[in-house]
């Protein structure tokens, strides 16, 4: 069947794959010069990014004046100076701003935001409402400039369903691989019914997430997989915000984190894990995980350890100092929260300084949630103020966070061949690391998702 001149316009403009010789049997002649002639324009079109500096997450020097080439999801190449435009080519003018890889935060909870009211919420609250109130939290998260991200623990495994939505394109946010709800032990950090009463307490189980052997351990991680995790949490040792009394005691054992271990390498996993307390770290780090999250009191015992196995530390300096600040503020946490808020909030930019210095593998991470979501960039200026170079900042939210993921191959550098997550920032951000937070574009998998400036 022939088709008219208008309908093969629209089916080239709309569908890049069609075929030269495809082409030409829909046209009905063999050497029609209309379709070879619109697959060659329609194969050529590409979106050329114009940046005045770029920083591309290879090199520690800023480059100048670099026009970016992406053809479709993926960047094809980078070039000296400002490429004319070909016909069909879509130009970014990003010339007065500084272009990079689309940034990672390895920390985060979009089922959750801080407020006086959060501890109550778990009974007021359905699934759903968590779920709707999560999209409002990614799309911030996006809109700040951070593409992908890890989620560390959730309510209901929401992010499983949060991920497939975006990936879907029904909602807008990042690329998020998730730890879906996080891993415990009775009365441990992520025991969700931790200061319940008792008949509304149950005793939840390994598919709940909270074990007491090293089975149960193994079942745990396997329900995970089941539910459709992309990586495991567990709380190695006691945290700030539950209600529990220890903010840094032990709560897993030897053979309960080799359990973890075992089953998370057979089903290709890899441990994430909340520790402030030496002890739980120690433990954790020997048994093979890929960040220790938090690490307030990490000592030099531990650096030595995470330096032999390669373990990543993500600081979250910024819900350190969040927590800090609002333990200040009588009510805003529960009386027995409110002291290791105090105590262990100001801590983490100090051991975050000694890591850095140590030569410990950083990765950068927030822990968003217990600050209000898109505020991540604040962590740039707390990493620069506790002695690390802006750059190798910048580096950690990218080819470092890349490599924490195991997904340096097609992400957190620019790059021929790489996917096309690609941001820009006002100014020189090595000048003024405050400008992290003055995002112009994003570009998530070669679309453009915001972009604030004239063309």
């Not at 975006?166 to 950090?189: C, F």
Request: charged share 20%; net charge positive; with cysteine.
């Amino acid at each position: 069947m022939k088709l008219p001149i208008s309908t093969l316009f629209k089916l080239t403009c709309n569908n890049q794959s069609l075929t030269r010789s495809r082409l030409q049997q829909m046209c009905g002649i063999t050497s029609c010069l209309f379709a070879s002639a619109m697959v060659i324009n329609s194969a050529q079109a590409a979106t050329l990014i114009h940046a005045g500096k770029v920083i591309d997450g290879v090199s520690d020097e800023i480059q100048s004046n670099m026009t970016i080439v992406v053809d479709g999801n993926e960047i094809i190449k980078l070039s000296q100076g400002f490429i004319e435009p070909q016909q069909g080519d879509t130009v970014i003018n990003m010339k007065q701003r500084t272009v990079m890889p689309g940034l990672m935060d390895m920390h985060t909870h979009f089922s959750y935001q801080s407020s006086p009211a959060s501890y109550s919420e778990g009974f007021k609250l359905n699934p759903a409402d968590y779920a709707l109130r999560a999209t409002v939290y990614a799309k911030k998260t996006l809109q700040a400039g951070f593409t992908t991200v890890r989620d560390l623990g959730d309510a209901h495994n929401i992010t499983v369903a949060l991920r497939n939505a975006i990936d879907q394109g029904w909602v807008s946010g990042p690329r998020i691989y998730t730890a879906a709800k996080s891993i415990a032990t009775t009365g441990g950090h992520a025991d969700q019914t931790n200061g319940y009463r008792a008949n509304l307490a149950p005793d939840p189980g390994p598919k709940e997430g909270v074990i007491n052997s090293a089975a149960e351990a193994r079942k745990a991680v396997r329900q995970r997989y089941k539910d459709g995790a992309d990586l495991i949490k567990i709380t190695a040792t006691g945290g700030v915000l539950s209600m529990a009394k220890s903010g840094q005691n032990p709560q897993f054992t030897t053979n309960e984190l080799n359990g973890i271990m075992e089953a998370a390498n057979d089903y290709g996993m890899t441990v994430a894990v909340h520790a402030h307390g030496k002890e739980g770290m120690k433990r954790a780090v020997q048994a093979g995980v890929s960040s220790i999250e938090h690490g307030t009191y990490m000592d030099d015992e531990v650096i030595a350890l995470m330096k032999k196995h390669g373990t990543y530390y993500v600081p979250t300096i910024s819900a350190g100092k969040f927590v800090a600040k609002k333990a200040r503020i009588r009510g805003y946490f529960p009386d027995m929260v409110r002291p290791k808020a105090a105590k262990i909030g100001p801590l983490i930019q100090q051991t975050f300084t000694k890591a850095y210095r140590a030569g410990v593998n950083i990765a950068f991470g927030t822990d968003a949630g217990v600050f209000p979501h898109g505020e991540n960039y604040k962590e740039f200026e707390y990493m620069v103020e506790g002695g690390m170079p802006a750059m190798v900042a910048i580096k950690s939210a990218t080819i470092e966070a890349a490599k924490l993921l195991r997904i340096d191959d097609k992400l957190g550098t620019l790059e021929s061949g790489k996917l096309a997550d690609i941001i820009a920032v006002n100014g020189d951000p090595l000048e003024n690391i405050k400008l992290m937070g003055s995002v112009t574009m994003v570009m998530k998998n070669g679309e453009v998702v915001l972009n604030t400036t004239n063309p």
